[in-house]
Nanobody
Framework: QVQLVESGGGLVQAGGSLRLTCDAK????????MGWYRQTPGKQRELVIV???????TYGDAVKGRVAISEDPAKGVQYLQMTDLKPEDTGVYYC?????????WGQGAQVTVSS
């Protein structure tokens, strides 16, 4: 079982940067994939970024070039770095881990980008 807790959300001005943290209460060292999704107002949940254990990274079209993912396996933490934020990036950001064929999700962190 993996429990995920996001932090670092908040209010930021357009053009600014933000780093979200996902604290995995269980180990993520054997995860097949990890990453972030988001749900913006009026839209379905969409991909932000996902990285597989073999190092392949997939980006959401709306954020490509503005996001990066990193991890600290020893601490069981992954990070989402976002730059050049836009008002349309406003939404709830969810941490995601796939392990042993199961998907785990955090409760989400609100990100609000003001114009």
């Amino acid at each position: 079982q993996v429990q995920l807790v996001e932090s670092g959300g908040g209010l930021v001005q357009a053009g600014g940067s933000l780093r979200l943290t996902c604290d995995a209460k269980g180990s993520i060292s054997l995860a097949n994939a990890m990453g972030w999704y988001r749900q913006t107002p009026g839209k379905q949940r969409e991909l932000v970024i996902v990285m597989t254990k073999d190092g392949r990274t997939t980006y959401g079209d709306a954020v490509k070039g503005r996001v990066a993912i990193s991890e600290d396996p020893a601490k069981g933490v992954q990070y989402l770095q976002m730059t050049d934020l836009k008002p349309e990036d406003t939404g709830v950001y969810y941490c995601y881990v796939e392990k042993y064929g199961d998907e785990f999700w955090g409760q989400g962190a609100q990100v609000t980008v003001s114009s």
